[in-house]
């Protein structure tokens, strides 16, 4: 019997282990592969043309120094931070009032996610007439304030259009984790005579963790490696170069792919830092 | 307060579950229809502003009225006539669905292996798994076509789909999800002798809808919209997909004129990921029930 | 059943793999080129039409023609040079030539007796564009513009101006700029769009200033230079002390740069050659109003204007590149049907005295622009330079900070950039 058992559960390792294959024979040649390369590129000045040259790590010693690289640090922290911050935090909400089969809520869904569903080329001429200095939020607003085209508020105007663009995204998750929760336990907890909150508090945020951990992990990564919104609403002018624009100039218009791949690796140990943190924080109180 | 303090006790009991619900309904129908659709209708108004524009003659697109002063449906239509736009709707969809499914399959498999299987290895490649992630695209497109020439899979479907076939968002996304579940269900499952294929078919995929769906959602979304990878492998006209086709009409109507059939042919690229939406949303209210979850 | 599935997915991916994997080009004395250009809708259809022809009279070869649009053109193109890929014949303006892939070494230079061919066909200087620091000629042009101005009459005449006596100084494009404002017409603004595009502007202005961007032996920076902070500070000085128009509502849409002058929310504007034929397409109305005059000058006993042109070269890496040559030779030789069919100028000897260019508008205007004009400077990392120039344009114009310093700071970065 046991040797059975044994027999059994080392087929069963060979099988699950087999079920990861197609993924692993994906990520190994169509990404860690070039991942790799990119890691040695970046000791090379290399200029996509002509052969790489060694350099150590003088690319790195350059960013250290470079100004335009730090300022490319704010501009994606101030992004990061005001964008993803209230982006996250009304999808929890909205997710909280839209997990109801009330008639009428899936078309109240549907608003929301919208605009994750146009792209950023398409949609910058809409923002950028809603941003003239005599557009409609300066109406609204009862401004005149030239949002894309000043230091003082373009990057609140990238806030503001991202904020649109991104919240359905997480909405879409945060739905999709809320359905995993038993009704019955919430209820319960309601029937308990537990408040909104407390229910919230201590029935649907606990076991929403695992997808919240998901959105928050997806949100850092997506606020450092944003560059679409920035290239359509302002080319990276008035503080709003961010890294990954930077990366891409400096990569393809500038033809540096050497220091561009420095920043890339860069850009990769502090997520890899993060986002490790992250979900070992959010294990942590699982338990 | 009185109210209460003359109440009988056993009619409180029997009573205030009732009463409960209700006034929970009418909490959450007040906050759906008083404050979430506002909210939506403003989030929306944007897009409505963008088919708003899309049908302006073309001397009014970059005023900021709402109303177009006449109707210029010819912009829906002018897309297919000017260029191939069929075509690149027709490649999008195919390259689109393709990417999706291959990521739906590919990622549920890897996670169902990374959350329920232990095997030496296991947390390392499910690291490097999720370190893929953290690099910049854009720079891993050098090696990645160096590659891909190398496969001859430039100006290929092959090129456009295989490369994005498998996603780490979508391996976190439902290893998280699939951690969740009680490996006693799984266990009882084995004992009945059900094989480790026909419990991931017949368990965990069932069970796995919403994620997986909110999976499928935004690879499609991703892939749909993705732009610069479609342009440096797919760059003819039988594989170009719809934003490269968008991006050469931007340029092609180097003029305002341009600008509304521009944005026609966006608000016409909303169109599938909506459907698909409408189509899986279902999946993120339903929930699950207990009795099916611990069987 | 359970690995049946399994070896399922691995075959979804092997057959994806293999059913699509498309073939390389065929054997034998079959020539297959490819030909990539940027867009412009005339230029593409007149491309395809000599591509027709030339196929028709080669049978042996086929060209695969793609129109790559502008800000992308640089990725797709380094991309696919960087593995040794890439078009045989490749369309390109002379600042990419000149800075980037001729001292990169990555473009085949003509023979020596095609080069004293061609140089016995075009105007003196006209292929300096192409031309390498070795004296070799790398391309020929199919397109090659010069610095104008455009004016539309309706306004000048609403705002009690005559159009027949057009502003000849900037200091009078600031007056008669007034006079429009006052009338309520539009004024006159420049562009504000991508780096390349405010790197171009300023350069109007350097020539008739005098000033460079950087020193003649491309060492050192020298846009903060007294004649460099003049350029900036008259472009300051026309939008914002003279208020001829305003950078904050001026369309930053970089597909459409005539869209202000279309729509009247400017009377003047710089004008190339082939922004007549757009606006003639785009918007008849200003079309029939628009009147090109010279560009108007700082010292209008010394008239500058700045050239710039779109060349045709073959990539080093071609296995046919006497083939593309022949390809090149055809499509430079019908410069009647590019004037013709799509306002380009190509500028062989006497193109002005030709049936074709004599219904080319404003033909006197552009005739004297091809007299005098210099192209712009270049230096290794150029896209850099560009940026550099944005940045202290935007904060000067944009958001009010002084010329001296911010064309400083520009020199700095340039300066670093140059350094490495």
Known sequence: MTTLNVRASAHRKIIGAVFAVPALALFGLFAVYPMVRVFYISLFDYDLTSPPHWVGFANYGFLWHSEQFHQSLEATGFYLLFTYVPAVLLALLLALGLDTKLPGSGFIRLLYFAPVAMSWVAISVIWRLLFQPDGLLNQVLGTHTPWLTSAKSAEWALVIASVWKETGLFLILFLAGLSRIPRELREAASLDGAGAFRSFRYITLPLLKPMTAVVCVMAVIRGCQSFSPQVVLTGGSFKTQVVNLYVYKTAFENARMGRASAVAVLLFFALLMVTMLQLRLFRSGER | MTDVLKRPPVAVSSATPVRRRRRRVNVRAVVLYGLLLPGGLLFASVFVYAVLSALKPADEVLSTHWWPSRFVWSNFTLPFTTVPFARYYLNSVVVGVAVTLLNVVTCTLAAYSFSKFSYRGRTLLYLIVLATMMIPLEVIYVPLYALVFKLHWVNSFAGLIVPAGTSAFGILLMRQSINGLPDEVLDAARLDGAGEMRILWRIVAPMMTAPMSALALVVFMTTWDSHLWPLLVGSDDGHKTLPVGLAAMQADNAGATGIPMLVAAAVMAVLPTLLLFCFLQKRFVEGITMSAGIQ | ?420
Request: proline share 6%; charged share 20%.
């Open chain 3, 1 to 420: 059943m359970k690995k049946l599935s399994a070896v399922l997915a691995l075959c979804v991916v092997g057959v994806a793999m293999t059913a699509c994997g498309s073939g390389s080009s065929g054997s034998g004395d079959k020539v297959h080129l490819t030909f990539w250009t940027h867009t412009h809708p005339p230029m593409i259809a007149l491309n395809k039409k000599l591509i027709a022809e030339y196929e028709k009279a080669h049978p042996n070869v086929t060209i695969d023609y793609q129109q790559i649009p502008n800000t992308d053109f640089n990725t797709k193109m380094l991309t696919s040079l960087s593995n040794g890929s890439g078009p045989d014949v490749i369309n390109m303006d002379d600042v990419a030539l000149r800075g980037d892939y001729i001292p990169k070494r990555l473009l085949a230079p003509m023979d020596s007796a095609a080069q004293t061919a061609a140089e016995g066909r075009y105007l003196p200087n006209t292929l300096d564009g192409a031309k390498g620091p070795d004296g070799k000629v790398y391309g020929l042009p199919t397109e090659f513009n010069a610095t104008a101005f455009a004016i539309n009459k309706a306004a000048f005449k609403k705002a009690g101006l005559d159009p027949a006596d057009p502003p000849k100084t900037w200091d009078d494009v600031a007056a008669d700029g007034k006079k429009l404002i006052a009338a309520g017409q539009g004024g006159f603004n420049f562009l504000y769009l991508s780096a390349g595009q405010y790197t171009q502007q300023l350069q109007i202005l350097l020539n008739e200033t005098g000033g460079r961007i950087v020193s003649d032996d491309g060492k050192k920076a020298t846009i903060d230079q007294p004649l460099g902070v003049q350029a900036l500070e008259l472009w300051n000085t026309l939008v914002n002390k003279d208020k001829l128009g305003d950078p904050h509502t001026a369309s930053h849409d970089a597909t459409a740069p005539f869209a202000d002058f279309e729509a009247g929310k400017t009377s003047m504007t710089v004008m190339y050659p082939w922004g007549v034929g757009q606006i003639a397409q785009d918007n008849p109305k200003t079309y029939k109003n628009m009147e090109v005059v010279p560009l108007p000058q700082v010292d209008p006993s010394k008239p500058n204007g700045r050239w710039y042109g779109y060349y045709m070269a073959v990539n080093k890496a071609s296995k046919h590149q006497a083939e593309a040559w022949k390809f090149i030779d055809y499509v430079t030789s019908q410069n009647q049907r590019w004037l013709t069919d799509v306002n380009f100028i190509q500028p062989v000897k006497d193109w002005s005295s030709s049936p074709a260019a004599a219904k080319v508008p404003f033909l006197k205007v552009w005739e004297q622009a091809y007299q005098q004009g210099r192209f712009d400077e270049v230096a290794p990392h150029w896209a850099e330079v560009q940026d550099a120039i944005k940045t202290a344009i935007e904060s000067t114009v944009l958001d009010g900070k002084p010329a001296g310093s911010t064309l400083k700071q520009a020199a700095d970065t340039i300066n670093q950039s140059l350094s490495e």
